[in-house]
């Protein structure tokens, strides 16, 4: 609601304090692996700012904000890394993958995530659901809103659902031959009751079970309408 409503109250239950105080837990839980944690969020991603510059440590906000806008929440992720702060995660081992704008800034980024320096990271599923390779000590994936493609839902669990966790994933013998299944990592879906979270997850869930239909070959019709 505050990021529609300006001034609107802050439930103490929302989603952005019940994933603060997952989060944490699971920091706390992992400190002696390093674990780290994937945060996906499509609302409320840093502002747009122009990158167009004469110098190239600056960043100019292009647009100017109407008093209502101030009021709004418009960056979610600063409202959550101030929460897990609040909390006792150091400032510096949470990061925004929107910080990495280059090739070479996002391999650091994984890298320091490989090696449990970064261990909250979050992002939105177009720039941290494909391409990121974190796997290694990867404790948990939160999910605090839904997009609207099951592949996109697939994408986010992949980052940690593959092979090359070390620390958490199962544990094989040179013969393939498992040794042991390994701590597994968590996955949270963060909903809020009555509201469109439900009809969201719902219409992904309908989407995905006639797309399996399809790859199943279970499907006798010749045409099928389009749902949209």
Do not use: C
């Not at 101030?70 to 929460?83: F, G, H, Q, S």
């Not at 948990?140 to 697939?154: C, I, N, Q, T």
């Not at 009809?199 to 010749?222: C, D, H, P």
């Amino acid at each position: 609601m505050r990021l529609v409503i300006p001034g609107a109250p802050e439930h103490p239950r929302s989603k952005l304090n019940l994933a603060a105080d997952e989060i944490a837990a699971v920091h706390q839980d992992t400190e002696h692996d390093r674990g780290i944690q994937l945060v996906f969020l499509d609302l409320g991603t840093p502002k747009a700012v122009d990158t167009v510059s004469t110098r190239d440590d600056e960043a100019v906000i292009v647009d100017t904000e109407t008093p209502e806008e101030v009021a709004l929440l418009t960056d979610a992720y600063a409202d959550l890394k101030r929460k897990l702060t609040a909390r006792g995660i150091p400032a510096h081992e949470i990061r925004f993958v929107h910080e990495a704008k280059t090739r070479e800034a996002r391999f650091r980024l994984f890298q320091a995530a490989n090696d449990g320096l970064a261990r909250v990271i979050v992002g939105s599923t177009a720039k941290l659901g494909t391409g990121v390779n974190v796997q290694k000590r990867l404790a948990a994936l939160h999910h605090l809103d839904a997009p609207w493609r099951p592949m996109d839902v697939e994408q986010r669990d992949g980052r940690g659902k593959r092979q090359g966790n070390e620390v958490y994933g199962p544990v094989f013998d040179t013969a393939g031959t498992l040794i042991d299944p390994g701590q597994g990592i968590r996955i949270f879906l963060y909903v809020t009751a009555r509201s469109f979270d439900g009809y969201v997850w719902q219409a992904i869930e309908a989407k995905a079970r006639g797309f399996k239909a399809i790859l199943r070959r279970s499907v006798t019709v010749r045409v099928v309408e389009d749902v949209d």
